[in-house]
T-cell receptor, first 115, second 115 residues
Framework: NAGVTQTPKFQVLKTGQSMTLQCAQDMNHEYMSWYRQDPGMGLRLIHYSVGAGITDQGEVPNGYNVSRSTTEDFPLRLLSAAPSQTSVYFC??????????????FGSGTRLTVV | AQSVAQPEDQVNVAEGNPLTVKCTYSVSGNPYLFWYVQYPNRGLQFLLKYITGDNLVKGSYGFEAEFNKSQTSFHLKKPSALVSDSALYFCAVRDATGGSYIPTFGRGTSLIVHP
């Protein structure tokens, strides 16, 4: 089924470890983004990309890196995990960043725990 | 700057009764407004949007929302609630005049429909 696929669904990391959260979409969407969801905080934008080779920072970028080598993939890298990065991470995409027709398509999320 | 407020952390309603989930917003120009729903352990799903035109917008699963410019509100409504409507609901806004094109999400409102 077409959509946004995130892997893994669950992950436990030790403080200081690094890892990559994967996000792939098969809808030929130009715009992709990463959010984190924390209780009482709603969704906060980490990084976004308006097309292959173009990325930019969102509201809470510190401790995270992204790259966009293809239209389909937008991985999120945690450089040195900290307990404050315990959260649920969502990848979202749309045809373009100005798209308003059907909002964003979200992945099912990655629940990350840093101990 | 743009912002959105969902003043209720939780809304409780009996099955069969009408429901309202409140949202107020602030933008510099005209707003584009969205509602999303998140079921447990799932990503957000687009419900409906207001771009322009009729102030009453109809969306998925029998939901509708009313845009009120003078009160800067976009409340989500449904005439008869179902237990299956129990979920987390997010309002989002972005400035229609452009800028970053990135929407701002509210903190979410948990809707609980009692049998």
């Amino acid at each position: 089924n077409a959509g946004v696929t995130q892997t893994p669904k669950f992950q436990v990391l030790k403080t200081g470890q690094s890892m990559t959260l994967q996000c792939a979409q098969d809808m030929n969407h130009e715009y992709m983004s990463w959010y984190r969801q924390d209780p009482g905080m709603g969704l906060r934008l980490i990084h976004y990309s308006v097309g292959a080779g173009i990325t930019d920072q969102g509201e809470v970028p510190n401790g995270y890196n992204v790259s966009r080598s293809t239209t389909e993939d937008f991985p999120l890298r945690l450089l040195s995990a900290a307990p404050s990065q315990t959260s649920v991470y969502f990848c979202a995409s749309s045809y373009s960043r100005a798209t308003t027709s059907n909002g964003y398509t979200f992945g099912s999320g990655t629940r990350l725990t840093v101990v | 700057a743009q912002s959105v407020a969902q003043p209720e952390d939780q809304v409780n309603v009996a099955e069969g009764n009408p429901l309202t989930v409140k949202c107020t917003y602030s933008v510099s120009g005209n707003p584009y407004l969205f509602w999303y729903v998140q079921y447990p352990n799932r990503g957000l799903q687009f419900l409906l949007k207001y771009i322009t035109g009729d102030n009453l917008v109809k969306g998925s699963y029998g939901f509708e929302a009313e845009f009120n410019k003078s009160q800067t509100s976009f409340h989500l409504k449904k005439p008869s609630a179902l237990v299956s409507d129990s979920a987390l609901y997010f309002c989002a806004v972005r400035d229609a005049t452009g800028g970053s094109y990135i929407p701002t999400f509210g903190r979410g409102t948990s809707l609980i429909v009692h049998p």
